[in-house]
């Protein structure tokens, strides 16, 4: 096997994978969900014409009893995948007011997507004539454009084929750098880029393979180039499906981050949480469970969650300070080496100490404010509290009070 047909069977199958992964939600999401299910049937398209390149199924599709029957149905896929990508470009600029002003690249859009609805058709049609009417098909063939180079009926067939391809890409490299100028957030930015660019080479791969075709047929070029430059643009094929799977999977990636972020902050801050609820039964929704029942309530966004025990864990906080001295503060932060985290979590570890063992509650107790920013910020700190919460030595912090008491 060539390292070119081991490329075709990873790109396929790095095309499937992705268009398995946004199946259930194409299928199974939003009725008004056009995007997901534009895209889907992009990615299931094109996974299907990857899989048609492949060195084993193009050989056996290529010697069944119709002749290169691999690059019909090749053809048949990626006009349905080019058709649904349109879709795609369309359903992402959603709804506008019936008497609003549409914006002209949304107009555009919308007039290409329609016109490549009847084009397609006609393509596919054409296509179908043309491969059984005027392509020489008595040998079969392995690469069809280097195997068929300099007959006119091949050019013709691949011709139709190009002029689709390359006018979709052409849309789509256009839509996609005016999308990627506007794109505030970088993860979109980038898989907007990778996207364009995917489309920048599919303008240069059609025209490239159109302007060989019709060359040959006018000098047949020999065995050998033929084949280095099917070679050579199969290659620039396969870069530009990896761009374009990765790019349009680089937006989601970054949902699926943001989600193990909040997976991994929820179980670092459990601990904390916990001990906190536990003192103070009545402060959460519901009772403080082990991690793994928690981790388990579906019913509850993780996000949500996690600004919730952020909410829990300064209130319950707050409600300590009526169980310590004054001095516990600057005590911990000594025992510590200096403020921060670990001098917060002396404190947090000593006043529950404090309660449990049955101190009265009274006046609050003077801490460090906190000043967070933001949300994020303010659960970042918390995390880290939490993690030296775990360290935090629990006779060390009872020594906190007893050095406190005989000191008053």
């Known amino acids: 096997m060539s390292a070119l047909d081991a490329a075709g069977y990873l790109i396929a199958g790095l095309m499937t994978a992705v268009a398995l992964w946004r199946m259930p939600a194409a299928l199974w999401g939003d009725e008004?969900?056009?995007?997901?299910?534009?895209?889907?049937?992009?990615?299931?398209?094109f996974a299907a014409a990857l899989w048609t390149k492949t060195e084993a199924v193009r050989t056996g599709l290529n010697?069944?009893?119709?002749?290169?029957?691999?690059?019909?149905?090749?053809?048949?896929?990626s006009t349905?995948?080019?058709?649904?990508?349109?879709?795609?470009?369309?359903?992402?600029?959603?709804?506008?007011?019936?008497?609003?002003?549409?914006?002209?690249?949304?107009?555009?859009?919308?007039?290409?997507?329609?016109?490549?609805?009847?084009?397609?058709?006609?393509?596919?049609?054409l296509l179908t004539v043309l491969f059984f009417t005027v392509v020489d098909r008595s040998v079969p063939s392995d690469r069809f454009?280097?195997?068929?180079?300099?007959?006119?009926?091949?050019?013709?067939?691949?011709?139709?084929?190009?002029?689709?391809?390359?006018?979709?890409?052409?849309?789509?490299?256009?839509?996609?750098?005016?999308?990627t100028g506007n794109a505030r957030l970088r993860h979109l930015r980038a898989g907007l880029g990778m996207m364009t660019a995917a489309m920048f080479i599919g303008v240069a791969y059609t025209v490239s393979r159109?302007?060989?075709?019709?060359?040959?047929?006018?000098?047949?070029?020999?065995?050998?180039?033929?084949?280095?430059?099917?070679?050579?643009?199969?290659?620039a094929q396969v870069v530009l499906f990896a761009l374009f799977a990765v790019g349009a999977s680089i937006p989601a990636f970054s949902k699926?981050?943001?989600?193990?972020?909040?997976?991994?902050?929820?179980?670092?801050?459990?601990?904390?949480?916990?001990?906190?609820?536990?003192?103070?039964?009545?402060?959460?929704?519901?009772?403080?469970?082990?991690?793994?029942?928690?981790?388990?309530?579906?019913?509850?966004?993780?996000?949500?969650?996690v600004d919730r025990w952020a909410a829990d864990i300064a209130d319950a906080v707050e409600k300590l300070r009526h169980y310590v001295p004054d001095g516990l503060v600057g005590a911990a932060t000594s025992l510590a080496g200096g403020p921060g985290p670990l001098a917060d979590a002396y404190w947090i570890k000593?006043?529950?100490?404090?309660?449990?063992?049955?101190?009265?509650?009274?006046?609050?107790?003077?801490?460090?404010?906190?000043?967070?920013?933001?949300?994020?910020?303010?659960v970042a700190w918390l995390v880290r509290v939490a993690d030296a919460y775990r360290k935090a030595d629990g006779d060390r912090a009872r020594g906190l009070l007893v050095s406190l008491e005989s000191t008053a």
């Open 350 to 378: 000593a006043a529950l100490a404090a309660k449990a063992d049955g101190a009265p509650a009274g006046k609050a107790a003077a801490v460090e404010q906190k000043h967070a920013t933001d949300q994020d910020d303010e």
């Open 256 to 305: 699926g981050w943001r989600r193990v972020k909040l997976w991994r902050a929820q179980v670092r801050l459990h601990p904390l949480w916990h001990a906190l609820m536990t003192a103070f039964p009545d402060q959460p929704f519901e009772p403080p469970a082990p991690l793994a029942r928690e981790l388990t309530r579906f019913d509850t966004p993780a996000d949500l969650r």
């Open 63 to 77: 010697n069944s009893p119709v002749v290169d029957l691999a690059v019909l149905i090749k053809h048949y896929t």
């Open 145 to 179: 454009v280097s195997d068929h180079a300099g007959q006119w009926g091949a050019t013709l067939y691949m011709s139709v084929f190009y002029l689709y391809l390359g006018a979709a890409s052409a849309v789509c490299a256009y839509q996609w750098a005016l999308a």
């Open 32 to 45: 008004e969900d056009r995007r997901r299910r534009a895209l889907w049937g992009c990615y299931a398209g």
């Open 80 to 125: 349905i995948a080019i058709l649904a990508i349109l879709s795609y470009i369309v359903a992402i600029y959603g709804h506008y007011p019936a008497d609003g002003t549409v914006p002209r690249h949304v107009r555009f859009a919308r007039l290409v997507q329609q016109v490549a609805a009847k084009a397609s058709v006609a393509t596919l049609v």
């Open 210 to 235: 159109t302007l060989f075709l019709w060359a040959s047929v006018l000098h047949h070029p020999s065995r050998s180039f033929a084949q280095t430059f099917d070679k050579a643009t199969e290659l």
